[in-house]
Antibody, heavy 118, light 110 residues
Framework: QVKLVESGGGVVQPGGSLRLSCAAS????????IHWVRQAPGKGLEWVAF????????YYADSVKGRFTISRDNSRSTLYLQVNSLKPEDTAVYYC???????????WGQGTQVTVSS | QTVVTQEPSFSVSPGGTVTLTCGLS?????????PSWYQQTPGQAPRTLIY???TRSSGVPDRFSGSILGNKAALTITGAQADDESDYYC??????????FGGGTKLTVL
């Protein structure tokens, strides 16, 4: 079955950096685009970034453009999100999600918590 | 900046039918926005219900259906059950690789 496992979250000071990972299994990772979606405490879902199946195109929400970088290693079936220049408003659970067709997310991981605080 | 709109809250009686909607602050939702719907209970990851307007995700019962109603995307739940009480989010594809989620609808079954 499809499984997505995020890791790499933690507590970081404003201006700091983290690299989030999403390990995938149960499907042909190199054939699907993958999303990052986040959810701040008590808030709704916010789309963050998307990378096409082959890494050829990457897309970002305006709120993270220039600070976050999405990438993938198809040989390791792993997705990454490098998050730099972190702000308190980046505090959230970060989910990775397998894309489907031209739509959004079909399967979700359990998420990794990122807390930005001094 | 276009905002994706959802009802903040809704209630339905057990066994009843409810339709949640997903609109745009400016313009109409069509199939070209590839609307999708997600269910989330507190402390859990979201679960995909519907994608590409009306395709049910694997394992989703046919009590859940998606459509376009007027100028909005819609999620209809028939025969509501107690465990349908959740937050429901829609997402729309805005073009140029960008997706936007709505603010979510809190559904109460009572």
């Amino acid at each position: 079955q499809v499984k997505l496992v995020e890791s790499g979250g933690g507590v970081v000071q404003p201006g700091g950096s983290l690299r989030l990972s999403c390990a995938a299994s149960g499907f042909t990772f190199s054939s699907y685009g993958i999303h990052w979606v986040r959810q701040a405490p008590g808030k709704g879902l916010e789309w963050v970034a998307f990378i096409r199946y082959d890494g050829s195109n990457k897309y970002y929400a305006d709120s993270v453009k220039g600070r976050f970088t999405i990438s993938r290693d198809n040989s390791r079936s792993t997705l990454y999100l490098q998050v730099n220049s972190l702000k308190p408003e980046d505090t959230a659970v970060y989910y990775c999600g397998k894309g489907v067709a031209s739509s959004a997310v079909e399967y979700w991981g359990q998420g990794t918590q990122v807390t930005v605080s001094s | 900046q276009t905002v994706v709109t959802q009802e903040p809250s809704f209630s339905v009686s057990p066994g009843g039918t409810v339709t949640l909607t997903c609109g745009l602050s400016s313009g109409s939702v069509s199939t070209t926005y590839y609307p999708s719907w997600y269910q989330q209970t507190p402390g859990q990851a979201p679960r995909t219900l519907i994608y590409t307007t009306n395709t049910r995700s694997s394992g989703v019962p046919d009590r859940f259906s998606g459509s376009i109603l007027g100028n909005k995307a819609a999620l209809t739940i028939t025969g509501a059950q107690a465990d349908d009480e959740s937050d429901y989010y829609c997402a729309l594809y805005m073009g140029s690789g960008l997706w936007v989620f709505g603010g979510g609808t809190k559904l109460t079954v009572l």
